[in-house]
């Protein structure tokens, strides 16, 4: 411990630090900035909640703010804005709570029961009692099967039935019930959404009064709110500056455990067979470029064969061409080798890199000739001269590769977008992580803590090779 | 244990030829020197013996059996390189192993010699070091361990000591000597340094430029020598040549006919006025035991003497050095040695 203290205080002035020592801490400290900022404001929003993200809210960590509901309730009167205070945390966190523990911890009938009127309508909406509900009246009141269906059906399926004429038999709690699930005019799905709650003085009265707020954003100058003692009084502009806000530390780490359990709503997300996927291309496919590739290395520069600069210029020309421009041709290879929809459509294509080759060319000419020339005169095959000399000591230059490599595979999205898009089961965590940006679904909270799963991987490799680099090259045993 | 024989070889790197057409007989178990200057291409007929070059045209013989188109791995023969080439991944007990192993011998086999060697070379305590941890010195007696464990017909040297210090190198010349003592193998040895030539080998070989110049016992190449490089090349400091123009008269009525030169070596001049050239002393360097004089006699021809005491002869003077005749040698306008 004190040994590492003192290597870290060690100066290049004598008594104490000099010009130098000062400018090199500031050059280090503002590189380790650049480098480590985005990646630390990763990790921060991806365990902020989907209502915070979806308020671009630019907070460095998790914050939670004191929420109440804006409810908007349609019926025959038209439409009519409220705001409901005190409601319990799960309540308000129905949208974001996982499966098990709405059922598990909660019961949405027990609370509904304590509202009646607009407020429980609204209610019934937000917990999705309403298709619960209706169904139990169809059942209760011997209604038509067919008026579970109607509310998923097509447009032109709809005409052929009349909901209309069940209605009237029903009392006026129950029409309007079975009006929402149907979706019968005026009668629209409810509203139901959280807002920011903020106190500010209320300038009509001077009086410290309550605000219901949609959005904060600190660089603007004022805000637009809501008068919470009269919500249907409209939107009024209050100063930035003039506000108090309850903010509240909130991790959201249902961000992870969802689509890590597959219980992502909308969509089936399985993260391990993404993830598994990820691997199996990763490690197979660096397996492979490393023996390829340092095969290729080794003959173009330790044998003597006619052409040999002519198959490494041909090498290094590929190099010119643009990843772009072979998207085509890869693509027809693929599905003509009958290889799309596998994963080896995504490994073989990209195996022998030309990058790779000249890398491992470059490093194995400086091995010297002499020691291949030893391992012949001990009986050893051109074989075990690859595999037991060259390969070793090239080892710090393959790990560079192999490095290189499993960044490249996995991250990569065009050779799986090429060989594997039509196929599920295929999908690499590049592409599942696309999935998250649906058509008409932005799960963005999702995609962001999976964007930070998918990069442990990577920097664990970064942490358990880099040491490879770096010895190796010490240790050339010719004298 | 074998015997090699080398008939008409030469190489051609491309249309250039390095190596003019040698003939070579190696006994069984004698130590051979290969000396010559650098470039001669001493280690391309070491590298050639060992099947690491193609052999452009010739044969070459082991045991009387050509091995032409016989590959390094299968010839038996063992090298140690100049450069120890120890593989550095390696720790030294798997540099020795590495060459049994191709050959699937037997685990107890290869512990067996890897001991044994070990013992013999006094490695004992670095076997599982790597060589990177190694001095100069122990990587040499690593370098020469590997090509003892494979037990080889012969063994080929190629200046195994010339990354050692100067007195390491003597020490490990005696060792190697008393090696071949021991093992009684067949030696192929490259050097140029002609003191370990002369102290080790059975037969030397003098090479020159492609050619061999003479092949010899060391005191045979150094009394007879039977051209004028090799009479150069053996013997430190270098012979003397005088050209037959610059003599006096005295001396050429004594020459042998076709004489174009003179051959005296340092050691055999002498202050005296027997057989004697005058002498213009420009350096005088003592080293207690032996002093050495250079000057120039008629002609500019460049003399130097060695005097086995301590002289005291001044810079700029003038002296007189004579020898005895039967040291002198004679050679004619292509530098071949006349016997007189
Ligand atoms: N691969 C090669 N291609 C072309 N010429 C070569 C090659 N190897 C050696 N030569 C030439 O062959 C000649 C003999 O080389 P060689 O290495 O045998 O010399 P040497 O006697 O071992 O010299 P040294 O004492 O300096 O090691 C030299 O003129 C050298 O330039
Ligand atoms: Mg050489």
Request: one cysteine or more.
């Amino acid at each position: 411990m004190s040994a590492v203290l003192k290597f870290l205080s060690r100066t290049q002035g004598k008594n104490g630090p000099a010009l130098v020592d000062w400018i090199s801490y500031i050059y280090l400290l503002l590189g380790f900035l650049i480098i480590f900022l985005p990646v630390l404001w990763l990790l921060l929003n991806s365990i902020k909640s989907q209502f915070l993200l979806q308020k671009l809210d630019t907070n460095i960590l998790p914050l939670d703010y004191d929420r109440v509901v804006r409810a908007t309730v349609f019926g025959p009167e038209g439409k009519e804005i409220f705001i409901m205070k005190d409601m319990p945390e799960w309540v308000i966190y129905w949208n974001e709570l996982r499966d098990e523990d709405k059922k598990n911890e909660n019961n949405p009938n027990e609370f509904i029961s304590n509202y009646e009127g607009k407020e429980y309508y609204a209610l019934r909406t937000h917990l999705g009692l309403v298709s619960d509900h209706a169904k139990k009246l169809i059942k209760q009141k011997n209604l038509p099967e067919w008026l579970i269906k109607y509310p998923s059906m097509f447009p032109d399926a709809k005409k052929e039935y009349d909901p209309q004429e069940f209605l009237t038999n029903l009392n006026e709690e129950e029409i309007r019930l079975m009006s929402e699930f149907l979706g019968i005019k005026p009668y629209k799905p409810n509203g139901f959404t959280s807002q920011i709650l903020i106190s500010a003085i209320n300038p009509e009265t001077n009086k410290l009064e309550e605000y219901s707020v949609s959005r904060l954003n600190n660089n603007k100058d004022t805000v637009n709110a809501r008068l919470i003692s009269n919500p249907q009084g409209g939107i009024v502009k209050l100063q930035t500056q003039d506000i108090i806000v309850n903010k509240k530390l909130r991790p959201s780490w249902i961000n992870y455990s969802d689509p890590l359990t597959n219980n992502v709503r909308g969509m089936s997300f399985d993260a391990v067979k993404c993830l598994s996927n990820s691997l199996f291309v990763t490690i197979v496919a660096t397996i492979i470029t490393v023996l390829i590739n340092s095969m290729a290395a080794f003959a173009l520069s330790k044998y003597k064969f006619n052409g040999q600069i002519i198959f490494f210029i041909i090498i290094l020309a590929t190099l010119m061409v643009p990843a772009s421009v072979l998207i085509v041709g890869i693509f027809k290879m693929v599905s003509m080798t009958g290889l799309n929809g596998s994963l080896w459509g995504v490994i073989i294509p990209g195996a022998a890199t030309p990058t790779g080759v000249f890398m491992l060319r470059q490093y194995m000419l400086t091995i010297p000739d002499e020691l291949l020339e030893a391992a012949r005169m001990d009986a050893a095959s051109e074989w075990s001269i690859y595999w037991k000399i060259v390969f070793p000591l090239a080892l710090p230059a393959i790990a560079v590769l192999g490095i290189l490599s499993i960044i490249w595979r996995w991250n990569d999205l065009i050779l799986p977008m090429i060989a594997v898009s039509t196929t599920k089961t295929a999908y690499t965590i590049q592409l599942c992580l696309l999935d998250f940006q649906g058509e008409y679904v932005a799960q963005e909270h999702y995609r962001l803590a999976m964007t930070v799963v998918s990069l442990i991987p990577t920097t664990l490799v970064f942490v358990f090779l880099q040491r490879y680099i770096t010895t190796g090259i010490a240790n050339t045993g010719i004298k | 244990m074998a015997t090699l024989e080398i008939k008409k070889v030469r190489k051609n790197y491309g249309t250039l030829e390095v190596i003019h057409g040698i003939d070579l007989f190696i006994n069984n178990g004698e130590f051979c020197v290969l000396v010559g200057p650098s470039g001669c291409g001493k280690s391309t007929l070491l590298r050639m013996i060992a099947g690491l070059e193609q052999i452009t045209k010739g044969d070459i013989l082991i045991d009387n059996q050509v091995v032409n188109n016989i590959s390094a791995a299968r010839r038996g023969l063992a090298m140690v390189f100049q450069s120890y080439a120890l593989y550095p991944h390696m720790s030294v007990r798997q540099n020795l192993a590495f060459g049994l192993e191709n050959l699937k011998m037997k685990i107890e086999e290869i512990d067996r010699r890897i001991l044994e060697a070990a013992r013999l070379l006094r490695m004992e305590e670095y076997l599982q070091r790597k060589p990177g941890q190694l001095s100069g010195g122990q990587k040499q007696r690593v370098a020469i361990g590997r090509a003892i464990v494979r037990e080889p017909s012969i063994y080929l040297f190629d200046e195994p000591l010339s990354n050692l210090d100067a007195e390491l190198r003597v020490a490990t010349r005696v060792e190697l000597k008393a090696l071949h003592a021991r093992l009684g193998n067949t030696m192929i040895y490259v050097t140029h340094d002609q003191v370990e030539a002369m102290t080790m080998a059975d037969k030397i070989v003098v090479m020159n430029d492609g050619i061999i110049e003479q092949v010899g016992a060391p005191l045979e190449l150094y009394n007879k020598p039977s051209n004028k490089f090799v009479a150069g090349f053996i013997g430190s400091p270098k012979m003397n040549f005088i050209q037959f123009d610059y003599l006096p008269n005295s001396l050429k009525e004594k020459a042998p006919p076709n004489s174009i030169s003179l051959g005296i070596r340092p050691e055999h001049l002498s202050i005296k006025d027997e057989n004697s050239l005058l002498l213009n002393v420009e350096t005088v360097e003592q080293l207690g035991s032996d002093s050495f004089l250079y000057g120039t006699t008629s002609g500019e021809q460049k003399i130097s003497i060695k005097l086995n005491y301590q002289t005291d002869i001044q810079a700029n003077q003038s002296i007189k050095v004579g020898f005895k005749l039967d040291d002198a040698h004679w050679f004619d306008k292509d530098g071949i040695a006349l016997t007189s």
